[in-house]
Every structure is written in structure tokens, then in C-alpha cells.
């Protein structure tokens, strides 16, 4: 069985992806492998699909970008006519554009599932948006779906996450919260700043911090950014392997990175730390112009 997803939308694929992993691994005696297209050969694809497994066990073999390998598209339309047929299940996962006249395409296309994910129309999107915030218990006005739509667009990574955050401050979503907490520049910046709390250089990581409040973002914006990216690293600690996290793989990696820096408890300390101080602010317990310091001064 082959299956191929791909498409400009990667983040309905790769969620479509981990669905299809859960469905498959859910069978007793699979056994799931990762391979990298870019860099397969034919013989070590041969050997994953048509090869006997120890136990004999049926195999759930992914592979990514498989469609960037010139070589070995070729050869597989030339020698590959038994992977067709496998017993196995062969998901081809694509992060760049697939051309319908590809050869792959042209040579898997009869006897495959190929599900393809263009990006959301407005209309579409918006549904998207209401959904996704409904799945967390939460609700929105029509002008805060507005302003989403605006600021973030087709970039359903960014939109999950924002919404996330979004729910984290408030389950009611109002047009002014989106504008709170909602930068566009700011989440690509703040890598620098958890950065540098990684490599323990508090001075540089206030410097960088006062730099965002001096371009007017606001303290609930940025410690929703920093919880959010310390989640991050938490998710991929647990996960072991960044790739088989559901975050964009951009973020992905970029967590990885950064969690090699900390061990999983100080993750956690800082992470409920963050929480804390976000609280704090909330009730009146912490200055919320202090609050980002002393954060900074207790990692």
C-alpha cells in the first residue's frame, strides 16, 4: 500500500500524517520506520520494503521527500514495480510542491492514495480558525477572527499557535487581546532571546527583552512567546525526536536546538515558572514591569 501526501499546506498534512501513524500503528506487530528521500538509495529502499522484518512483522515505512531524489525515482520506475504490491504501507510524505506530470507521480499514481493539501480558501480558513478555537474551549468575536485572518493569513503553524496562546490568556477572544498579544515581528525574534537564556547569558537575554518592550510589545505578549517556546522544548525532549513532534518543523528543530542546552527538569521548573509569574501579574501579586527580570535573574 503506498500513500502520498503533499501540498503547500503542511501543517493539515502533517497532521494527516500522525492520524495515518496512529491508525496504522494501532494494528499489533507493526513496525514503523523513518526514511530520508533526499539521501535514499534504491538498495536500501529495496531492503525496508521488500525485506523480511525479525519477527516478520508488517512495516509502516515513511518517507520524506522522496521526490527531490532524481536518481532514485528513476530507478524506482525502472526496478520498482513490486513495491506496488507490497503488504506493507508506504507513506510518502512531501514538504515541497509535487508535479502531477512527475514520474513518481505518473508511475504510483494508479495504484496509490494520494491526498493533496492546497492552502485554505477565506472562507474556508475562517471555519478553520472557529474550529480550532472551539476544540479548546474557547470563543471568538468576529473582528478578533478578522484581525486573525489579516495578521497570519494561510500559516495554520502560526495560527495554531497563536491561538493558543490567545486561549492561555483568556477563553473569550476579543479584537483587542488579538492586538495585545499578537506581533508580527516578534515570535521570529524571540529565538534570540530564549537563545540567549539557553546559553545562561542573563544580561544579554534583559537587553533583548527590554528591546521588545521598547517597540511596544506588551510583558502578557512576551512571557506568552517565552512559555510557549519553552512548551516547545518540552514537547520535543519527550518526544525524543523532533520529527515526530506536530509542530512546524522550522520550530522543531529550533527546539531541539535549544532543549539540548537544558535538562527536562529545568525545562520544567522554568516552564511552571513562567506560569507563576504570568499569574502573578494577573492577580497583582507581581509588577508586571519587573516581572520579565526577575524571570530572567531565577532561570
Same mark, same amino acid.
Given at each position: 500500500m503506498i500513500i502520498l501526501l503533499y501540498g503547500k499546506d503542511t501543517y493539515r498534512s502533517k497532521n494527516r500524517l500522525n492520524e495515518l501513524k496512529k491508525e496504522f500503528k494501532n494494528e499489533s506487530g507493526i513496525n514503523e520506520r523513518f526514511l530520508d528521500g533526499k539521501i535514499l538509495t534504491f538498495e536500501e529502499l529495496k531492503n525496508e520494503v521488500l525485506g523480511l522484518s525479525f519477527f516478520n512483522e508488517k512495516k509502516l515505512i515513511i518517507i520524506e521527500n522522496v521526490f527531490s531524489n532524481k536518481t532514485l525515482k528513476e530507478e524506482i520506475k525502472e526496478k520498482g514495480k513490486e513495491f506496488l504490491d507490497s503488504e506493507n504501507i508506504i507513506i510518502l510524505y512531501e514538504t515541497d510542491k509535487v508535479l502531477k506530470g512527475d514520474i513518481l507521480y505518473s508511475f504510483i499514481r494508479k495504484k496509490s492514495t494520494i491526498e493533496e493539501f492546497d492552502l485554505l480558501k477565506e472562507g474556508e480558513l475562517r471555519k478553520w480558525i472557529l474550529e480550532e478555537i472551539e476544540k479548546n474551549n474557547g470563543s471568538a468575536s468576529s473582528q478578533a477572527v478578522d484581525l486573525l485572518l489579516e495578521y497570519i493569513g494561510n500559516d495554520l503553524w502560526r495560527q495554531h499557535n497563536e491561538i493558543n496562546k490567545l486561549i492561555s490568556y483568556k477563553k473569550e477572544i476579543a479584537e483587542e487581546d488579538v492586538k495585545l498579544l499578537i506581533n508580527i515581528q516578534a515570535e521570529t525574534n524571540i529565538f534570540t532571546t530564549v537563545d540567549a537564556l539557553a546559553d545562561k547569558d542573563k544580561e *544579554?537575554?534583559?537587553?533583548?527583552? %527590554?528591546?521588545?518592550? /521598547?517597540?511596544?510589545?506588551?510583558?502578557?505578549?512576551?512571557?506568552?512567546?517565552?512559555?510557549?517556546?519553552? *512548551?516547545?522544548?518540552?514537547?520535543? %525532549?519527550?518526544?525524543? /525526536?523532533?520529527?515526530?513532534t506536530s509542530l512546524n518543523p522550522f520550530v522543531a528543530?529550533?527546539?531541539?536546538?535549544?532543549?539540548?542546552?537544558?535538562?527536562f527538569e529545568d525545562l520544567k521548573r522554568i516552564y511552571n515558572k513562567i506560569l507563576e509569574i504570568d499569574s502573578g501579574i494577573k492577580t497583582g501579586k507581581i509588577d508586571e514591569n519587573i516581572a520579565i527580570e526577575t524571570l530572567i535573574l531565577e532561570i
Open positions: *544579554k537575554a534583559i537587553k533583548l527583552i %527590554k528591546k521588545h518592550l /521598547d517597540k511596544g510589545e506588551s510583558v502578557f505578549g512576551l512571557l506568552a512567546m517565552i512559555a510557549y517556546q519553552f *512548551k516547545n522544548m518540552l514537547i520535543v %525532549k519527550t518526544a525524543g /525526536d523532533y520529527r515526530k528543530r529550533k527546539s531541539f536546538y535549544q532543549s539540548e542546552k537544558f535538562s
